[in-house]
């Protein structure tokens, strides 16, 4: 009898690269997002490109994303980073190694207004010792291409 050693991560990217160009694929992906992180799933943004070490999100210009200034409320915007920075890394990680986040720190340089683009490259780092950390930055741009927020996870990685 065979187990199955595959990744979290590599799970999730399956199932994007079987539903990203399918008709409603994106659509089913982001329900099944939200219906394995339903706090992330409650900003409703839409993944636009994943793979391993890299992701880009979509979060629409929704009025329950916003706060009484009619800008984007500060904890949508650390969600979208950390989501997007997430998937990057997940994905990009292997099935010996195991990770969590320990730290979010979100720099807020601009009110975000509108549809806003999260972007995060990470280089996946060889773990070989326990509890190492590796820092991942998502950088979140408005519709103007204008940096409004960065947004810094800590990660504790481990093998298993």
Known sequence: MSTN????????LK??????QKLM???LFKQIIANKIPYTGSIKADV???EPGK?????KYRKSNTNHLNSIHA???SNLGEFTSGLAMMTGLPPTIRGIVTNINTDY????????????????????Q???EHHIHAHIYDQGDDLVTTVTVKWLLSPQ
């Open 48 to 50: 636009q490109t994943l």
């Open 109 to 128: 340089l601009k009110k975000a207004r509108g549809h806003l683009l999260a972007k995060a490259q990470v280089e996946i780092p060889d773990v070989t």
């Open 130 to 132: 326990a509890k190492t």
């Open 55 to 59: 992701c880009e999100v979509l979060m």
């Open 75 to 77: 904890l949508a915007l």
């Open 25 to 27: 694929g994106r659509w």
């Open 15 to 20: 199932i994007w690269q079987k539903l990203d």
């Open 5 to 12: 050693h595959e990744s979290a991560g590599k799970k999730i």
